[in-house]
């Protein structure tokens, strides 16, 4: 932030107000205060540090700078809370901690390692379903307060530690594998082959067919956007796709999936990034979500 720059708490609260309540007026409705108080809350933010903060669009959305300034008041916001529990440890308010993580981790390993959270922390979770190397941009903009994510360049303010790799495979039905690689997954059948991918953003297929062939290919896509129905499609011949060990491992060992090939491993490293606090709920969830990381995925 700017030199000699006096932000008040009621400033920082109302800019997180309004972006995550989307409009002024249902930000002045969360905060029991007037649409005006809003505004001249945020004007006088703005005029502090001489920066367009927040786009007057429906929904409101922060510029750069407002991206900085937002995230700094979400730790303010996390600070504040944990020094009121610890000068309260009775008060009974949830603490709040929101993370953002990868579908495939959110529905193998990371719920079990949230629930292994003490529950008298009394911790609230809010988690942000993001591409593992998207994620990162949860942090920027003030959104989470950690990431399970594959970028291992720490993001500004936060700390990185390694948490393992993610192994993937490339996985069908034998019936698919009979129709469409008679011959073996060669770059001339993947090319025709039905391919699976999550959305749009998903690179894990392509980037194994690039491995495989040297070459870029353009095969028809399913677009699946859920990792248990993504998992549910390639089972019922819509198509193939990579899915990790942890999740299918019965599924191979039963026959019911085969490989592609024989060398259809692919794997995805993860490292945990969180804000720089010293705060006992981001300490508490980066404990529990190493220690489960450590015992389910492969070492980097």
Not at 175 to 192: K, T, V, Y
Not at 269 to 282: C, E
Request: net charge negative; proline share 5%; with cysteine.
């Amino acid at each position: 932030m700017l030199r000699g720059v006096d932000i008040e708490f009621s400033q920082l609260r109302t800019l997180v107000a309004v972006v995550d309540e989307g409009t002024f007026d249902a930000a002045a409705r969360a905060l029991h205060v007037t649409p005006s108080a809003v505004s001249q809350r945020i004007r006088a933010l703005e005029q502090q540090v001489g920066r367009v903060l927040v786009q007057r669009s429906k929904p409101v959305r922060t510029t750069e700078s407002g991206e900085v300034v937002l995230r700094m008041a979400r730790q303010v916001a996390r600070v504040e809370a944990d020094a009121l529990g610890d000068l309260d440890p009775h008060a009974g308010d949830a603490v709040s901690v929101t993370v953002g993580v990868n579908a495939d981790s959110l529905t193998t390993w990371v719920v079990p390692a949230l629930a292994a959270v003490p529950r008298e922390l009394g911790i609230l979770f809010e988690l942000f379903r993001a591409d593992e190397y998207h994620s990162t941009e949860l942090l920027r903009d003030g959104t989470a307060m950690a990431a399970v994510t594959s970028q291992p360049e720490a993001v500004q303010g936060c700390t990185v530690t390694p948490l393992g790799a993610m192994r993937y495979r490339a996985l069908c039905t034998a019936e698919f594998a009979r129709r469409w690689f008679p011959d073996g997954a060669s770059a001339a059948e993947l090319a025709r082959a039905p391919m699976l991918v999550f959305d749009r953003k998903d690179d894990l297929q392509a980037r194994y067919v690039r491995d495989r062939t040297g070459r870029e290919l353009a095969p028809p896509r399913h677009h699946v956007p859920g990792s248990t129905a993504f998992a549910s499609a390639i089972r019922y011949g819509l198509g193939w796709g990579m899915l990790p060990d942890i999740q299918v491992g019965e599924a191979l060992r039963a026959g019911e999936l085969i490989e592609v090939a024989a060398d259809s491993v692919v794997d995805v490293p993860l490292y945990w990034q969180r804000w720089k606090l010293d705060s006992p709920a981001l300490a508490a969830v980066t404990e529990a979500v190493e220690t489960a990381a450590g015992a389910v995925l492969r070492r980097l």
